[in-house]
């Protein structure tokens, strides 16, 4: 009790930040000492109430009983989509800040997107700072004159979305990586590619594009640790950004199960690092491991590279098949959103704050987006 006298004492302005932060985790409190049937009772009586003025969006990667919950499950992509086109007035989005700000972006003015859990980011899009961006890309601008197109996977902070969209460049996901990269080669003769130094090397790679065509620019090394000369060589230049999840994943994972389980399959996904892709017998979006396995002969036996929530999912919608983890990797982030701050959201949609940009944040960010929703 005297923690929260002393706060309040510290802190007496209602519109304070760390105020309202105060308030909404008391409230939540509450919330989380709840049963969670009941819980559930009042999310499903939400929905029940609310219809088609509320959507839920969950990404794949949420625990199994948020995504069952959830009016659309899918990856960053068809959720993007899905947010431009959704109807309604509420637009709650389980997954991480990043995927509800680029909903904030495609939405209708008149809808409203919250986000169960505001501090749920993303430790991949922190990895690229808008500083460090800016400097790099000055002294890219010096060293040479060739045309560069940015392009920014999409797990990436909406700046960075909009710092593409100012500059001629694009946003991409792991699903259409490959048509944004033959996107930005029809327009420029190089591409700086950010945040996930892995998703950009195996996309470059799948287009015959290897050596020293591609190079790294590492934020925390004076010029990014290249030369000049490198950075003229090079068609592909890659921020050194990477996810923790899906960097859990070894080739010796891969060895392990291929010794004790001969015949069976390997998916990851393209945020494993290249040599963990190329033993693999398949890389793909988290849509297409889910179309993956799903099309597998009955009885196969299948070792899954990804965040471990889906993994669960996979092998209870798959029944017939023996569906395993290649690794145990949790995505801390995605795994905030729980049942309480969903309810908890969905019982005060009127008085939260939503998602909001600045309009010329969300301006340059849409831009980049559209362009990636144009891509065919
Ligand atoms: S799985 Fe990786 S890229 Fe996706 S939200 Fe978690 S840390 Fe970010």
């Known amino acids: 009790m005297s923690i929260l006298l002393g706060f309040a004492a510290r802190h007496q302005n209602a519109k304070d930040p760390d105020v309202k932060n105060f308030n909404r985790l008391a409230r939540l409190d509450e919330y989380l000492k709840l049963p969670e049937n ?75 997107v919250l986000h169960p859990d505001p501090d749920a980011g993303c430790p991949m899009a922190d990895m690229a700072n808008m500083d460090q961006v800016n400097a790099a890309w000055k002294a890219l601008e010096n060293w040479t004159g060739s045309k560069k197109i940015p392009v920014t996977y999409m797990n990436s902070t909406a700046e960075l979305k909009a710092f593409c969209g100012q500059r001629d460049g694009i946003v991409c996901t792991s699903s259409n990586a490959a048509k944004a990269f033959d996107w930005a080669f029809s327009r420029g003769e190089k591409i700086f590619f950010f945040p996930d130094e892995h998703l950009g090397r195996n996309t470059a790679k799948k287009m015959g594009i290897t050596g020293a065509d591609v190079v790294v620019w590492d934020p925390a090394k004076t010029n990014g640790g290249l030369s000049q000369d490198e950075v003229k060589r090079a068609r592909v230049i890659l921020w050194a950004g990477f996810c923790p999840v899906h960097m859990e994943f070894k080739l010796k994972d891969i060895q392990h199960v291929r010794h004790f389980y001969p015949g069976c399959k390997v998916v990851v996904h393209p945020e494993c690092e290249k040599e963990v892709v190329d033993a693999a017998d398949a890389s793909g979006s988290t849509e297409f491991i889910v179309k993956y396995v799903a099309e597998l002969p009955d009885g196969e036996t299948v070792f899954v590279g990804t965040e471990v929530n889906l993994i669960t999912r996979l092998a209870q919608d798959n029944p017939r098949k023996k569906v395993f983890k290649l690794q145990r990797s949790l995505c801390l982030t995605m795994y905030q959103i729980n049942l309480a701050n969903l309810a908890y959201t969905l019982d005060h949609l009127d008085e939260l704050e939503p998602v909001e940009l600045s309009p010329s944040v969300k301006a340059g960010a849409k831009t980049a987006l559209d362009r990636m929703l144009q891509l065919v």
């Open 38 to 112: 009941e819980v559930v009772e009042r999310i499903l009586s939400k929905k029940a109430e609310l219809g088609k003025r509320l959507i839920i969006l969950g990404h794949h990667y949420q625990r199994p009983r948020i995504a069952r919950l959830s009016d659309f499950v899918g990856d960053s992509f068809g959720l993007s989509e899905k947010a431009a086109k959704a109807g309604g007035d509420f637009i709650v989005f389980c997954g991480v800040r990043f995927m509800a700000e680029s909903a904030a972006i495609l939405c209708q003015p008149h809808q409203k």
